[in-house]
């Protein structure tokens, strides 16, 4: 299994993320053994992925820097970068290779000081691994301050630094960075390759496989996540039951706020797993006691810490609550497709009986007036606006057609 074999209906982007991690090796060979470089290379300094939600931007981005340090014995035989077993390739794919430094968004931004320490590091050379490779998962949220930090380090890069930057859209990225990015474009899996990836890598019965690939319109790790998470099916199951609950005010009100408490709990949850044991392994890198005070002047990291956490809980709410609009548009689209005689396949089979009533009883206009109301919601949420009263809206506005 090399790295590449997660990156699902991507044989592309495959082909020219190995090629560049063969003359990435061949320029740490060349520098080792101090012979000239290679005239022409494919690899860079920077580079850019993007691509729909659920393409694998992240997947792809992770599988290419574990190739860039892939130490594998048989490359001296002729093999390729990437062989998925070795302990470079091993450490940058499950993120505990020194030289691999991922960035997420902990709320709703990446904020400068996360970003100040992981471009200082840029500039140092790899500690043990062949290249040193800050990887960015949601480079369309850094803002002003942190964008400006990325760029002074993409302007002037490291001789054995690269960087991978992963956004939704080109758009997303500031046009003085993403124009000192490779830029690479992924696409939306078919069905069928996300229902063949979980049949092999995770051993789904096929028609399970099939039925989830389908619900999630190639997006793969909501499919993998479906098919292995019973909670998430139920999550899934109670979303698809909305449509038919709105039909007064009390049940549009009752279901946001279900809706809503749903999201919370999610990010409640993921709080109790980790918060606990990220403040007491905190306390202790600090010096404190068990159960003891904290040393002089360290009450501002462990405030740091609580912050993080805090701006960790909003998102994983938010996160929640994308899923559930993603659900719920995909319903819709499925009612549409219904009243407009369409031929493609409904994503929602499940909920076969719901698509029909509610596409007997409305008209495609009204449809399309509840999709955008969705949207709505999703750019509400951008904005800011309180969760509860934005899914206020958006099921009032359902339930208005």
Known sequence: MTVWDDLVGQERVSEQLAAAARDADAFVTAAASDAPPPQASRMTHAWLFTGPPGAGRNQAARAFAAALQCVSPDRALGGVPGCGFCDGCHTALVGTHADVSPVAAVGAEILVKDMRDTVRKSFTAPANGRWQVILVEDAERLNEKSANAVLKAVEEPAPRTVWLLCAPSVEDVLPTIRSRCRHLVLSTPSVEAVADMLVRREGIEPDVAAAVARATQGHVDRARRLATDPAARARRAAVLKLPLRVEDVGGALRAAQELVDAAAEDAKQLAEEMDGKETEDLKAALGAAQGGRLPRGTAGAVKDLE???????????????????????????????????????????????????????STPESTLRRIEAIAACGEALDRNVAPLLAVEAMTMALRAG
């Open 307 to 361: 912050d993080m956490q805090k701006r960790r809980r909003t998102r994983t709410q938010r996160d929640s609550l994308d899923v559930a609009l993603a659900d719920l548009t995909s319903f819709y689209r499925d009612v549409l497709a219904l009243q407009l005689g369409s031929r493609i396949a409904l994503a929602n089979t499940d909920a076969e009986e719901a698509l029909e009533r509610l596409a007997r009883g």
